[in-house]
């Protein structure tokens, strides 16, 4: 298992402590398991949380992923 520097995790620690959103997450990253080699491809994000996140990162968000839509329509970008 790699480990990270104390440097590194004390600033991790520092933006846990005041970031309610990344400190929530933490337990669900308790339960992780990294995938089988080989099996590596990220689910889709749900759509609730998507509408979420879009709402919040605003009109850039759903700009881009329509670019990049596009942009894997017509072969210009390499999927993944």
Do not use: W
């Not at 990270?4 to 933490?26: R, T, Y």
């Amino acid at each position: 298992m790699k480990t990270l520097a104390p440097e590194i995790m004390n600033l991790i620690g520092h933006h846990l402590a005041s970031c309610d959103f990344c400190n929530a997450e933490v337990p669900l990253l308790a339960h992780y398991q990294p995938p089988v080699r080989g099996e590596c491809k990220a689910p889709d994000i749900p759509i609730n949380l998507r509408i979420l996140a879009e709402s919040l990162l605003g009109k850039n968000a759903r700009e881009r992923r329509k670019s990049e839509k596009e942009s894997l329509k017509y072969g210009l970008v390499a999927e993944g």
